[in-house]
């Protein structure tokens, strides 16, 4: 059974600061991991898909790695701002459902 | 694309009683699912449809509950004899087998307290 791991759980850091989001996964036979944003209250947003065959993808700010042999990826906001205050979520996917995390609670102080 | 939309966003129910939610998917979208998300924790896997055809039930759907997608568009997700444990919100996210990224687009859920 996959079961994904979120570190820290929650995280504060001051505006300008990056921040690092780490998600672990037990089963490596993934078909994409995604991460997701979530704001309190309301649904999720898809930040960035990461297909197994790759290592890494980039939107703006935003850089996620994946390193499926040892079950892990990483997501990286560069000079974080309040407006990134949320809760992330990394989800693997394997057949047709995704597997979640806990999520990790970020705040950014300004 | 008007994105996947859910209804009703907030549902107050008392224990026993039956609810309903509807969900529809982004147009041209052949797959949707149903997740069922508790405060603080990552949403879980309760079912998905692909076209009208059922094809994976989560251990999590109860005999309680129920979903259904007709004609292959909207959804919708019943629960019987609502308990205070099925408090949580309700995720409904579509896509589109085929496409090279299969994303899946999450709705703004529907957010169930039963008293």
């Known amino acids: 059974k996959q079961e994904v791991t979120q570190i820290p759980a929650a995280l504060s850091v001051p505006e300008g600061e990056n921040l690092v989001l780490n998600c672990s996964f037990t089963?490596?036979?993934?078909?994409?991991l995604q991460w997701f944003r979530q704001d309190p209250g309301k649904g999720l947003t898809s930040l960035l898909l990461?297909?197994?065959?790759?290592r890494e993808q980039t939107s703006g700010r935003l850089n996620a790695s994946l390193d499926k042999s040892s079950g892990r990826s990483t997501l990286y906001i560069a000079a974080s701002q309040p407006g990134d205050s949320a809760t992330y979520l990394c989800?693997?996917?394997?057949?047709?459902?995704?597997?979640f995390g806990g999520g990790t609670r970020v705040l950014v102080k300004p | 694309d008007t994105g996947v939309s859910q209804d009703p966003r907030h549902k107050i129910t008392k224990r026993g009683q039956n609810v309903t939610f509807r969900c529809d998917p982004i147009?041209?979208?052949?797959?949707l699912y149903w997740y069922r998300q508790t405060l603080g924790q990552g949403p879980e896997f309760l079912t998905y449809?692909?076209?009208?055809?059922?094809?994976?039930k989560s251990r999590l759907l109860s005999d309680r509950f129920s979903a259904e997608r007709p004609k292959g568009s909207f959804s919708t997700l019943e629960i019987q004899r609502t308990e205070q444990g099925d408090s949580a919100m309700y995720l409904c996210?579509?896509?589109?087998?085929?496409?090279?990224?299969?994303?899946?687009?999450f709705g703004p859920g529907t957010r169930l307290l039963v008293l």
């Open positions: 147009s041209e979208h052949n797959r």
């Open positions: 449809f692909q076209n009208e055809a059922q094809l994976e």
């Open positions: 996210a579509s896509s589109r087998v085929g496409q090279t990224q299969e994303t899946q687009y």
């Open positions: 089963d490596s036979a993934i078909y994409n």
């Open positions: 989800a693997v996917a394997a057949g047709n459902k995704l597997t």
């Open positions: 990461i297909q197994s065959s790759q």
